[in-house]
């Protein structure tokens, strides 16, 4: 007598967002793979010299169209499979966050600031060093304290220093008028107001440029700077790319009109278009490790936080889409806080510069262009991506040591 299969485990998360994009694109790869191998399609791709196994792939369609077609409509069809399976198993994996916030200093809105010094991990130092870290606007700050054993801001804090960490949460209704200049010269400065002076910044992304910004304007009570994966030169890789984002913000002003924000799903679709496969990619290979694995459970972690993102308030949005990728202001020297332009080659703090090789987020040559201006800046060019560098599993010794490192001599 057969027996039913057991219902399937209960979803838990959804994601990854925005999931039908994901699953087109998926398709539309699949699709263009299989008529590109069918002997009447002229649709094979034009070579640049930049696949080396194209000439390969060329020879052995001609020796077996069919068997080729064949093979190409096999691999698509496992890939997809591939796929599906690892969306699968994400959503149904049992793994949670359990990390509890530290005490609020000080709120205002949504934000706050969290003092990760108050949990008692670490050595009790009289005068340890106060450090603030700013992470970006369109991600959570639990990045920077993922999961257990995945937690730069406790770390630092073991590491015998006093870290805040600045969590700017949801757009409040205020917020979502606020441009640039209310974030930085208002909620991060009243924030800076709570702490003691000769204190330490750390900007991760998005964030890195908001702590630029506010060290000029406060250098006075700043002793030194860190900037993690930061952009400055927005049109250094690719400037037909960084103009094609800001093409899109005619698009989003429906979204600005009804909700005051650029929301979550459209911000991820944005990145998508900066890494089309890369999704699909992670969650094929996901699907392949060990359920119960500390890299399952790290992938699982770090996807909920990208699925958890925060929207943009529209002022914001299109200062950063419009100033930033499509005008580049920071990298003409245009871009202004308060009215003032934001000049790095002026500010003479000590500073830590980390560019990670393999970020597909921020390009190299992109952060490099700003420590050309910061020429006594230490820089660190860790083999690792956006953020890997900062939660992923070797990012101890990637980044989180030698940052630790640098605070504690400054």
Known sequence: MSRDPPPPAPLRRRGPRPLLLHLMLSALRSSVSIAASLPWSAAWPHSKGEDPRLPALRRARAADPEGFSRAVLARALAEDRALIAGIARYRRHPHQRALADPPTLWQEGETRLLDYGALGEGPRRRRAKTVLVIPSLVNRGTILDLDEGASLMRYLAGRGLRPYLLDWGYPDAAARDFTLTDYIAGRLERALAQLPERLLLIGYCMGGLLALAAAQRQRRRIRGLALLATPWDFHAADPEVARAVAGLLPAFEAAFAATGTLPVDLLQTLFVLLDPWGVAERYRAFGRLPAGSARARRFVVLEDWLNDGIPLS??????????????????????????????????????????????????????????????????????????????????ERALWAPLADFLENV
Do not use: C, K, Q
Not at 360 to 386: D, K, N, Q, Y
């Open 314 to 395: 529209a002022p914001v949005a299109r200062e950063t889409l419009g100033g930033w990728y499509g005008e580049n202001r920071p990298g003409r020297g245009l871009w202004r806080v308060a009215g003032e332009v934001v000049r790095p080659e002026r500010l003479d703090l000590p500073a830590f510069i980390a560019i990670p090789e393999r970020d597909r987020i921020v390009p190299p040559a992109s952060a490099e262009a700003l420590a050309a201006l910061m020429p006594a800046a230490h820089v660190l060019r860790p083999r690792a991506g956006h953020v890997g560098m900062v939660a992923g599993m070797s990012a």
